[in-house]
Every structure is written in structure tokens, then in C-alpha cells.
């Protein structure tokens, strides 16, 4: 073989090694595996451990860091994957106070971030730091819009609240006033409490002591089920609601009896089994769940792996689409990953159908968004 031609099958065979080490993609996943949010991040690091192991056709390496539900780890945790593995998107935290924490690190990096929180506040507004951000599980509001629209169809004309004592509960709060005004129920006592609290009874009696028709609990995971079983306790006998924070089996097995006939806002995985057979979303919940709980064990799907579910596809469409205008690894494709997240279009996931534009990072209509109830120790869908 002629030298030059050996030179040069020599370059190209170096450059398609390149190439594809290059292309790989790199996925840095921030979670709460531990601590007080523990049960909603292993939920979801199960859920993430069944992706396959390509996005967009390219080679796709995860990366797990656990950041035991504390801002400041999940902070250490994330430029730790931005600066030293340079990873093309971030996935997580699990937590609205950790995710918020996060911002202004994913917006120097200028690297999309997918987090899976509840709180709308990661993304809202969409300026400065927040277009780097992007949510999961659908907003506040739409929770809010559905759950005062079914009180009033209920007759509940006055409202007691407590909720989380930090972004979760505020942001809550703050939809809950919205909507409560517009449907004239009236938010007649307001307290708040902490993760990590233990009790709550001083609270609890100053919202009874207000005769409200209805009471309802913002916050997530177990620590939602304290102020419930405090309420049951001393003798309320009005409905109690929670958020879609609780959708977790742990609620249920750690309220028993205390939380049965809970009614909350959910997305469809959740109750995808009773789900009305005409419900789009339906058949995608479906088969999340059966696959899911083939693997880890029947009833173990929830409303946190389901929202860690619908990562996957819209991350698989994203990588796809921005592909065709640069690689993984480099700034160009960290700005086109996002461009491609921010236009995404009828993206059926397992909590809804996704069209995201650059006012709304989240995507979700009110077509990802049902009643559910606690009936005889499973969560199931109710009819508006």
C-alpha cells in the first residue's frame, strides 16, 4: 500500500475514533437518594435506571450523584458534572429549595438542566437564569386550577391551609390564593411547617380552631403525612386534600388508616389503571407502569418515577434534533439541546402531552392533571 494512502487511512480511522468518543452523550443526574427526600429519589433513579443506553441515536453515558435533599450538596454535586465531567445536560434535583439552589450554576455553564420537581418557581418566569430550566411534573397552578375547581363542585366554601416552609409550600401557597379567590372559597387560617418537623400540633389547632370546610396539606413525601395524622387525631371530621407531593406508596403505608379518603391532584401515572378509557395519555401511562412495576414489584409506580419517566423521551427527541447542528461536548450542542427542549411538540409522555415555547419550560396542559383519592389503600382516579 502506497504511504500516502496508508497516511491517510491512518487520519480517517483516527478521526471516526474521535468522532464517535465525541459523540457520545453525557447525562449528569443530581438526586435525593437520601435524607428527607429519599423515597421521591430512589422513585426516580429506578425510573432512570431503565433507559437504554443511547439518546438520539448516540452513545449515552449517566452519571449518579446523590445530594441527601441539601442545597448545598446538590450545588457541589452539579458543578462537580458540569466542570469535571463536563456533562451535556442536567438532570434533577429532586427537590424545589435544592433546584433552585441550582440555577445560577446550570446558567453559568449555560447547560440545560431537567428538573424534577414540583414547584413552578424553577421555571417561572422565564428570564435570566431560569432558560436554562426546565420542569417535569406540571405546574402548580394546573394543580391548584383543578383542585379549587372540584372544592367548589364540592360545596367547600372555606379553606385551611399548611404547607411546606419553604419554595414547595410558598409557591403552593401563592397558586392556592389565586384560584381560591376566583372560585370564592375563602383561605380563612395559613401555617406552615418543616421537612424534618416532628410535630405540629400548635399549628393544627389554630386551623381547626377556624371551622374550615376543608383543609389542605402542601408539601411532599412522607413528612406530608405528619400534619394529616395530627388533623384526623383531634377529631376533624371535613375533607382533607393534599398535592400531588404524596404519590408515593410510603404515603399510604405510612398513614394507614389516618389518610384514607385523602383527596389530591395527580398525573396520570398515578392512577393509570382507573384512568377513563378516552383519557390520551392512557395507554403510554400503561405501559410505564406495568414495565416499571415488572421490574421493581406491582404498586410500586408513582407519581416520581412517572415524572422521571418522561425525561427520557423528551430528552431522546431533543439530542435527535439537535444533532443536526452540533456535537455532544461542546457549548454549541449544550445551546442547541436547549433550543431543541424549548420547542418540543405533542411529545406524548407518561404524564401528558408535551409542547414547551420559550414562555413555558414545563409543557404540560390540563390534560396531564386528574383528582385522585386514597380508596381502600390505593390511589385511584376520581371523576370531576
Not at 452513545?59 to 449518579?64: R, T
Not at 366554601?157 to 409550600?169: S, V
Not at 418537623?197 to 383543609?215: C, E, M, N, R, W
Amino acid at each position: 500500500m502506497p504511504r500516502h494512502t496508508l497516511r491517510s487511512l491512518t487520519a480517517a480511522l483516527l478521526g471516526a475514533v474521535a468522532f464517535t468518543a465525541h459523540a457520545q452523550v453525557k447525562v449528569g443526574v443530581d438526586l435525593s437518594t437520601t435524607g428527607p427526600a429519599a423515597t421521591i429519589g430512589i422513585s426516580s433513579k429506578n425510573a432512570f435506571l431503565m433507559w437504554p443506553k443511547t439518546l438520539g441515536g448516540q452513545p449515552a453515558e449517566y452519571i449518579f450523584l446523590d445530594d441527601a435533599t441539601d442545597p448545598g450538596n446538590a450545588v457541589r454535586n452539579i458543578r462537580r458534572l458540569l466542570s469535571e465531567d463536563k456533562v451535556d445536560v442536567i438532570v434533577g434535583p429532586t427537590i424545589t429549595p435544592t433546584a433552585l439552589a441550582a440555577l445560577d450554576v446550570i446558567a453559568e455553564a449555560k447547560t440545560p438542566m431537567l428538573a424534577l420537581v414540583g414547584a413552578g418557581s424553577v421555571v417561572e418566569p422565564q428570564t435570566g437564569s431560569r432558560t436554562w430550566a426546565f420542569k417535569m411534573a406540571s405546574s402548580d397552578s394546573a394543580f391548584a386550577d383543578v383542585t379549587t375547581r372540584y372544592m367548589a363542585a364540592h360545596n367547600v366554601k372555606t379553606l385551611a391551609y399548611i404547607g411546606f416552609a419553604d419554595g414547595y409550600g410558598e409557591n403552593w401557597l401563592k397558586e392556592l390564593r389565586k384560584f381560591a379567590e376566583q372560585r370564592k372559597i375563602k383561605l380563612v387560617a395559613v401555617e406552615r411547617y418543616n421537612r424534618t418537623d416532628t410535630s405540629v400540633t400548635g399549628q393544627v389547632l389554630k386551623l381547626l380552631a377556624a371551622k374550615p370546610d376543608a383543609i389542605l396539606i402542601a408539601g411532599a413525601g412522607t413528612p406530608t403525612v405528619l400534619p394529616q395524622r395530627t388533623i384526623v387525631n383531634y377529631g376533624y371530621k371535613g375533607q382533607i386534600y393534599q398535592t400531588a407531593g404524596i404519590g408515593t406508596p410510603d404515603f399510604i403505608k405510612l398513614g394507614g388508616k389516618d389518610v384514607e379518603g385523602t383527596l389530591f391532584p395527580t398525573q396520570p401515572v398515578l392512577v393509570a389503571t382507573s384512568l377513563p378509557a378516552d383519557n390520551p395519555v392512557r395507554k403510554t401511562a400503561l405501559d410505564f407502569v406495568t414495565a416499571y412495576e415488572q421490574r421493581y414489584g406491582a404498586g410500586t409506580a408513582n407519581q416520581f418515577s412517572g415524572d422521571a419517566a418522561g425525561v427520557y423521551p423528551r430528552l431522546n427527541d431533543a439530542v435527535a434534533r439537535a444533532l443536526k447542528t452540533a456535537q455532544p461536548g461542546t457549548p454549541a450542542f449544550r445551546q442547541a439541546l436547549r433550543d431543541a427542549l424549548e420547542s418540543t411538540k405533542d411529545l406524548v409522555i407518561p404524564q401528558g402531552i408535551v409542547n414547551t415555547s420559550p414562555t413555558d419550560h414545563i409543557g404540560l396542559d390540563q390534560r396531564s392533571v386528574v383528582m385522585g383519592t386514597v380508596r381502600n389503600g390505593k390511589f385511584q382516579y376520581v371523576s370531576q
